[in-house]
T-cell receptor
Framework: DAGVIQSPRHEVTEMGQEVTLRCKPI?????LFWYRQTMMRGLELLIY????????DSGMPEDRFSAKMPNASFSTLKIQPSEPRDSAVYFC?????????????FGSGTRLTVV | QQQVKQSPQSLIVQKGGISIINCAYE??????FPWYQQFPGKGPALLIA?????SEKKEGRFTISFNKSAKQFSLHIMDSQPGDSATYFC???????????FGTGTRLQVTL
């Protein structure tokens, strides 16, 4: 298994532009999580899905952020318009049962820089 | 609200020494406590985990100690090696929320 695949690995964009981050979870996993990592705030859960349905989006910073999971093998996180304070590493993770010893499998992340 | 407090923020240990990272939690509904290891440029990876009905779990050089009454748990890395240099996150999970809450992370550096 190739693991959780995220693209792009790096994204540099200008303030005000739309940014779309992509994630392919591990086949068979029915939970998908989007996290943001910064030095100041650590790992923050933005939103998670169960069976493609958004369950908790309370961590989404504001309306500029949106996430979708149109099918079991693909999810996107969109920021529109982007701002410099959105600069961070965004991780996608998947699991078939979060509360077990299998835990989450994280992707390698997308490093977003908004200038 | 930080539900899982982790310390220290950074740690330097000599090769062969013991690395100890501590975490404390408040929510008694947490029922699963994993530790994640993150190398630069990579996502966190599950290292070891424990449930609150046991006081200790050991896997190789890594041991979790769990104190349910104090609501604290810790990671011990025995015979620390330079390859253990990474950031370590404790976490806590509750089935009612179906999500993990992470600590703030500890950057471990193991020197020669």
């Amino acid at each position: 298994d190739a693991g959780v695949i995220q693209s792009p690995r790096h994204e540099v964009t200008e303030m005000g532009q739309e940014v779309t981050l992509r994630c392919k979870p591990i086949s068979g996993h029915d939970y998908l999580f989007w996290y943001r990592q910064t030095m100041m705030r650590g790992l923050e859960l933005l939103i998670y899905f169960n069976n493609n349905v958004p369950i908790d989006d309370s961590g989404m910073p504001e309306d500029r952020f949106s996430a979708k999971m149109p099918n079991a093998s693909f999810s996107t996180l969109k920021i529109q318009p982007s701002e410099p304070r959105d600069s961070a590493v965004y991780f996608c993770a998947s699991s078939f049962s979060p509360g077990t010893y299998y835990g989450y499998t994280f992707g390698s992340g997308t490093r977003l820089t908004v200038v | 609200q930080q539900q899982v407090k982790q310390s220290p923020q950074s740690l330097i240990v000599q090769k062969g020494g013991i690395s100890i990272i501590n975490c404390a939690y408040e929510n008694t509904a947490f029922d699963y406590f994993p530790w994640y290891q993150q190398f630069p440029g990579k996502g966190p990876a599950l290292l070891i985990a424990i449930r609150p009905d046991v006081s200790e779990k050991k896997e190789g050089r890594f041991t979790i100690s769990f104190n349910k009454s104090a609501k604290q748990f810790s990671l011990h890395i025995m015979d620390s090696q330079p390859g253990d240099s990474a950031t370590y996150f404790c976490a806590a999970y509750t089935g009612t929320a179906s999500k993990l809450t992470f600590g703030t992370g500890t950057r471990l550096q193991v020197t020669l």
